[in-house]
């Protein structure tokens, strides 16, 4: 899980987000990935926009 950085121009992008596909680069030479929150909504974004998030367990209490 990730979370993104401060300053996100987006409020409503407060939360955990999981990574689901890795995007070309954009134009700047950034990476880019499409990203799902837990509301199920998805959005692109730049690499520097990522912060390490909380990782997730399963019921077991292991690391996903």
Known sequence: MISLSFGFRDRSSAGN???VRVLPAAENGQR?????GSDGHERAIEEHQIRAGVAEKNHFGNLK
């Open 17 to 19: 987000y999981r990574i």
């Open 32 to 36: 880019q990935y499409r990203v799902r």
